[in-house]
Structures are given as C-alpha cells and as structure tokens.
C-alpha cells in the first residue's frame, strides 16, 4: 500500500493518474530489461527471450522473464547490462542534444553502479573521454568492476565530491547527474523503500540536488549540456530543481523529440516516465545548456605521471594487438588509454582521486607482466596469446574461482573464453592451473 501523504503529494504532477498508478504498483508484474554492449555483443546473440526493443534505446530489449544472470558467463564478460528500461532514456537526451560523434570530454557526476556511464560509453565516440565518478567510497569498486568488465578505453573512474570539479573550470562538453533521490520511481521493485518515505526526506534531497549541481556548474562549459535526472516522481526534486536552475543560474531549458507511442510524458521543464504508461520504473530527465560565459582558466598540470621505460615498454607490447597507446604508471598498476587522452591525464591525476583509468595491464613484476584482469575484458591484445574455449560448466566453476579441470596445450598465462568472449586470465604451470579470476567478482552462489 502507497502511503496517501505520497500519493496525494502527486496529484497536480503531470501525467499522473492515481488508480492507474495505485493498479501497477500493487500488481506483482516486473519489467525485465536489458542493454547490450555493442563492442561485444549484439541482438542475434541473446539468448534469452526477448519480449520486444526499448523504444528509446537502439541496444535495450525487454526480456520475457528474469533469468538468473548470475549463472550467465556472458554476464561477467561484460556482454550486456542488466539495467531498468526508462533509464535508458538518456540515450535520447544525448544524442539529441550533441554531435556524439565529435571528440568530447564528458562528467558521469554520480555514477555508481555504473548504468548511466557503461550506456554513455557506447554513445560516445573513442576520441572521446568519460569521467565516470562516485563521491561514495564504498561504492567506487562497483562502478570500477562494471566499467571494466565493458571492456572500454576511455574511462575514468574518479572519487570526489561535486564541490571538487570547480577547479576543472569550464572543462566538460556534457555533464550527467542522475541525482541521489528519495527514489520513489523503484517503489514496484522495492517495495520495503515505501516504508522510507517521507515529505522531509523529498526536501532534504531537493536541497541535495541543488547543491550538487550548483557545486559541479563551474565545470560546464559555456554552452555545454548538463542533463538531470532522478528516480523520483516528486515535483520538488524534478521540476522545481528546473525552475529553480533556470531561474538562479545562466542556464536554458532544452526539449527533445519524443513520439507519442512512447508514452512519454513532456511535463513544464522535462519528460516524466510513469510505470503505469511506460514499461519501465518511475524517471525523471530534463536536458539544458549553459549559457554563461565564466572566464576559462588555463590548466597545465605541474607534474606527468610516472611513465614507463623501455623494457618495462617492450615486455608490455608483446602482449598489445595496438601501438597508439599511452602507458602510465598509477599506484602502482600500470595503465593504458589511447594516446588522444595523453594531455587529460595529468590534467586529471592532479585534480581529481583517480581510482581507475583506461585498461589497467596490471604489474611488471621480475621482468614479467602480471596481466590485470581489465587486460583481459579490453580489446587490446594481440591474436598470439594463447586461448581456452570452455564449456557452461567449466565456465561458471572459473567464475567462482575453482580450480579448472581442463588440458591446455601450452603452458603459461592464457585467456579463458566463453562463446567467443574472454571471462579472464589463468597461468598454466606443470603441475595445476592458476585461476586468475579475481576474488572479489567470484559467484558466491550455488547453483
Ligand atoms: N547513475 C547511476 C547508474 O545509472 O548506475 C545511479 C546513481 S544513483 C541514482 C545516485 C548516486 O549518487 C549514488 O551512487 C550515490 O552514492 C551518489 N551520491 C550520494 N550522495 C551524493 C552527493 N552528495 N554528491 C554526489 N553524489 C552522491
């Protein structure tokens, strides 16, 4: 049951009709939804049973039934996404409101777990740099984890709060904030969190909100895009946080197309999505451009990170299947992105709390690379290293980090492969295979 303070406090918000809404979320009905990553994967090969496509998005597809992903080794091959359809709306305020196909510098503010920055991943083009952050730090390995297993280039995972960014003044083409909120658009799929509902936490995350984006704003570029967006259906983190934006600060309300069939609803200032319309939860997006004009600061970084030598360079290249990479050292790890972030990294090293960037190689260690496990998601290794194809069963005992009974016919570190996508690393000695999985992502599940 719906708390009637809630429902009531929904009744002049467009697009809400309160027996519809009231009929859904006491149905036991749930959406399944899916994203897949398209350097990886593509539709022809799910094989789970796809109900139809998200509308709005050119890689989500709603499956029949919730299958258990755990149990799918393509799952932690990076494959695919496991994320709530109405989010994927963002792919729309993206693409509408920029040329994705230029190079661009773009700000994940609140990224953890990671949906929104592995979908902006995939629209943006590899010229272009993601800095994908969480201020929370427990959350910061999760997001770490789902943007390697994606397997891309050009990410960065950093932890800070939004007040760090105003001294990356004017640097961000796009900046993303999928604000923390009351949540209320998850109560279908959580239905303990209705409990947790109150009108003083909807105004204390409202304050939230604003003070995150009025902290972050510096950052924007002057006509730079800032999209906004929540999981709650509440006015007072929606459209008042817009009127509020457009009032206070240099900025300007942009609309999008949307087709009716979508069952989108275009409210004052953003798009309201309604699991009572839509197939999918409670979202909220609004889009804007930042028409200030703040001073550019000139950024040269003091320090370069620690770069390698050319030993360190060459054992490291036997590995690669490309040359136009820049290599650095960070903590210890050694990093790869594409030699066009090269300038970025100092830059971002010397402002930011850098937890992540590009592929991690891993370790040089007695003149021997210790491959990262990112090494192995990437798409940056060369043909010759060595590959073992297993079966479902082989599979997901890899995966909870067993030992593997299989016979590889070289000795050495190779690649573990399920229906063509690597899972991960193992070092074949004479005597037993090492599991390379990594601890922390093994299944924990029996099956
Ligand atoms: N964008 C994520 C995705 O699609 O997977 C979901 C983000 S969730 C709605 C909001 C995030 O904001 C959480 O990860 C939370 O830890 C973070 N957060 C909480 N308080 C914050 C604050 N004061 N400033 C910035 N982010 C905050």
Known sequence: MLPEEFLSSLEDSKGFEREAFEKIHASAGQVTSIRLNPDKFSIENVKFKIENKVPWSRHGVYLTQRPSFTFDPLFHAGCYYVQEASSMFLEQALSQTVDLSQSLKILDLCAAPGGKSTHIQSLISQESLLVSNEVIWSRVPVLKDNIIKWGAENVVVTQNDPKEFSSLKNYFDIIVIDAPCSGSGLFRRDP???????????KLCSMRQQRIIADVLPALKNDGILIYSTCSYSKEEDEDICKWLIDEMRIQNLKLKIENKWNVVESSFGYRFWPDKVKGEGFFLACFKKT?????????????????????????????????????????????????????????????????????????????LIPGHALAMSSLLNESIPVNRLDHSHAIEYLKKKEIR???????????????????????LSNRINNYYPKELRILKEN
């Open 192 to 202: 303990e969190a209705v409990s947790e509902w109150s009108l003083s936490n909807v």
């Open 292 to 368: 200030g004009m703040d001073d550019d600061t000139p950024r040269k970084a003091r320090k370069i990170p620690e770069q390698l030598n050319k030993k360190e360079l060459a054992i490291i290249s036997n590995w690669l299947g490309m040359d136009t990479l820049h290599f650095f050292k960070h903590e210890n790890i050694i990093y790869m992105i594409s030699g066009k972030h090269r300038a970025e990294i100092p830059i971002l090293l010397q402002q930011l709390r850098v937890k992540y960037a590009g592929v991690g190689a891993g370790e040089i260690i007695h003149d021997k």
């Open 406 to 428: 299989i016979e590889p016919a070289v000795k050495g570190w190779q690649l573990v492969q399920y229906e063509g996508h690597n899972l991960g690393w193992i070092n074949v």
